[in-house]
């Protein structure tokens, strides 16, 4: 089966109300802090519920959202946030190297700052990936992305 990636234009329900917009927006929270992984390796990954915990302690404690967040900690139930983005398993995507080369979070997944969930924006076809790997002289080699 070939599962292809599409632009999605409206967000996938998620267990929680989390909203990119008053963390990285409003409060100019950097990406980095929650998704430190793609620094690091591959996969950007998602935060712990501790890491949330760190700041909902205190702020927003009444708020609906942080009410139900603070259950997950206490039955130490993780958070099954619903994937947005899935390249096919064939395809081989390092975080790490693009964000290492300088590449903005925002040219693959848009002004993530101005969204409540994340929402994919880039079609993340093939040609979409090769077209700026010609642009800024990254290989072009099959083997590059494909194992
Ligand atoms: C306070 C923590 C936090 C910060 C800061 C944060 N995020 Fe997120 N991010 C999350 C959580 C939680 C999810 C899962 C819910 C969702 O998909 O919206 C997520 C999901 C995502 C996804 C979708 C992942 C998927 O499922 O495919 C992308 C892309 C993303 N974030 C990019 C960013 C970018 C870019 C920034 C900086 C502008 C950022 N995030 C800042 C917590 C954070
Ligand atoms: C060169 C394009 C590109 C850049 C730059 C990029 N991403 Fe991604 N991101 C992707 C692709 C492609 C996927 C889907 C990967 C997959 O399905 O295997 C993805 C998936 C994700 C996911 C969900 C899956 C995971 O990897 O855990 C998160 C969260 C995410 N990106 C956050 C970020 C953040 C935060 C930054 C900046 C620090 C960033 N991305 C920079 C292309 C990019
Ligand atoms: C670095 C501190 C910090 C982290 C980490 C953090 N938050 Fe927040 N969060 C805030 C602040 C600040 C507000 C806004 C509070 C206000 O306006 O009174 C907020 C607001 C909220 C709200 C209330 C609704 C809204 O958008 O105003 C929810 C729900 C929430 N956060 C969930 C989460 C979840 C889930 C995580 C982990 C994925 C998380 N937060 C991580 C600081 C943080
Ligand atoms: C920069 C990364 C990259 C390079 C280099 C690359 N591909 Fe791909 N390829 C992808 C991605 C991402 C997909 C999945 C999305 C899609 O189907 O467009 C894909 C999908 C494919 C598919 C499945 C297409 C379909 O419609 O089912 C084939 C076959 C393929 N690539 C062959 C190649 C060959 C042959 C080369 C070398 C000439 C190559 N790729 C180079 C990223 C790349
Ligand atoms: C906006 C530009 C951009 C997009 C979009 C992009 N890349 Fe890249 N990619 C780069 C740059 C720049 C490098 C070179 C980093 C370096 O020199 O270390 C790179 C490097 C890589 C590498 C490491 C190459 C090596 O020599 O080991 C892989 C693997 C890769 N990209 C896969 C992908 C895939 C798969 C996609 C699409 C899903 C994609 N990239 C989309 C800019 C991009």
Redo the contacts with the bound molecule.
């Keep these: 089966m070939v599962y292809r990636a599409y632009a999605r234009e409206a967000p996938v329900p998620q267990p929680?109300?989390?909203?990119h917009r008053?963390?990285s927006g409003?409060?100019a929270?950097p990406c980095l802090?929650?998704h430190a992984y793609a620094r690091l390796g591959p996969a950007a990954g998602?935060?712990s519920?501790e890491?949330?915990v760190?700041?909902?302690i205190t702020?927003?404690k009444d708020?609906v959202?942080?009410v139900k967040?603070m259950e997950h900690w206490e039955k130490k139930e993780p958070?099954r946030w619903v994937r947005v983005h899935h390249l096919p398993e064939y395809v081989r995507f390092n975080h790490k190297r693009h964000v290492v080369a300088g590449v903005q979070c925002q040219v693959c997944h848009g002004e993530v700052q101005r969204m409540d969930a994340a929402v994919q924006v880039s079609d993340m076809t093939m040609g979409w990936c090769l077209s700026c790997h010609e642009e800024r002289g990254a290989s072009i080699d099959c083997l590059t992305c494909h194992y």
């Design positions: 929680l109300a989390f909203s008053t963390h409003e409060n929270i802090y929650c998602v935060p519920v890491r949330c760190g700041c909902h702020a927003a708020h959202d942080v967040l958070i």
